[in-house]
């Protein structure tokens, strides 16, 4: 169980294209979504907190205008990469947790391979 | 904010044992967790800890001290598929997980 999936796996887009990214849990209800990115070779970077029906939390520094999120259900969050440019290329990775979880275990997506060119 | 160090590489052979050290700095602490990561895939959950003390899952074992601010991951009887990234994460009072850079384990034959 727990199981949470993205799409697409990867995407390579041209300067100033938007893309969207999808995330959902297969088997559970996720009240709260997290996206993070990652650079190769680096730790994950929590960009913003996905609350289901109710506007996106940013970290500092990571641009809401940019990075669209919502979380229209309890099974899916979207994140929407804006007029996108190649230092947006990265690894977006999604997670969700489990209400009520005692060990504060995240699920994580297999994640999105963004590539600008 | 949160800061959080761990080694960056460890190479041990296959059998051995690994620990891996985690410290901290935080402004809320709720728990400890750590997270094993291969090469281009998810980071699968290892373990959390948010008492002081020893939590052992098969050939992993995880260890907090609160008052130490300092945590370590234990991995026993290294297999190959042990290869991969470890990162320590802090829990804060919102759920919100913040992961130190993680440390690249090497097992060779």
């Known amino acids: 169980g727990a199981v949470v999936s993205q799409h697409p796996s990867w995407v390579i887009c041209k300067s100033g294209t938007s893309v969207k990214i999808e995330c959902r849990s297969l088997?559970?209800?996720?009240?709260?979504m997290f996206w993070y990115r990652q650079f190769p070779k680096q730790s994950l970077m929590l960009m913003a907190t996905?609350?289901?029906?109710?506007?996106?939390?940013?970290e500092q520094g990571v641009e809401k205008d940019k990075f669209l999120i919502n979380h229209a259900s309890l099974t899916l969050s979207t994140l929407t990469v804006t007029s996108a440019h190649p230092e947006d290329s990265s690894f977006y990775i999604c997670?969700?947790?489990?209400?009520?979880?005692?060990?504060?275990?995240?699920?994580f997506g297999p994640g999105t391979r963004l590539t600008v060119l | 904010g949160q800061s959080l160090e761990q080694p960056s590489e460890v190479t041990a052979v296959e059998g051995a044992i690994v620990q891996i050290n985690c410290t901290y700095q935080?402004?809320?602490?709720?728990?400890l967790s750590w997270y094993q990561q291969h090469d281009g895939g998810a980071p699968t959950f290892l373990s959390y800890?948010?008492?002081?003390g020893l939590e052992e899952t098969g050939r992993f074992s995880s260890f907090l001290s609160r008052s130490d601010s300092y945590g370590y991951l234990l991995l026993q009887e290294l297999q190959m598929k042990d290869s991969a990234s470890y990162f320590c994460?802090?829990?804060?009072?919102?759920?919100?997980?913040?992961f130190g850079a993680g440390t690249t384990v090497t097992v060779r034959a």
């Open positions: 996905s609350n289901e029906g109710s506007k996106a939390t940013y």
């Open positions: 994460a802090v829990r804060s009072n919102d759920y919100k997980l913040s």
């Open positions: 997670s969700a947790r489990l209400a009520g979880d005692p060990y504060n275990e995240q699920f």
């Open positions: 935080t402004s809320g602490f709720y728990g």
């Open positions: 088997d559970f209800q996720a009240t709260t």
């Open positions: 800890n948010a008492l002081d």
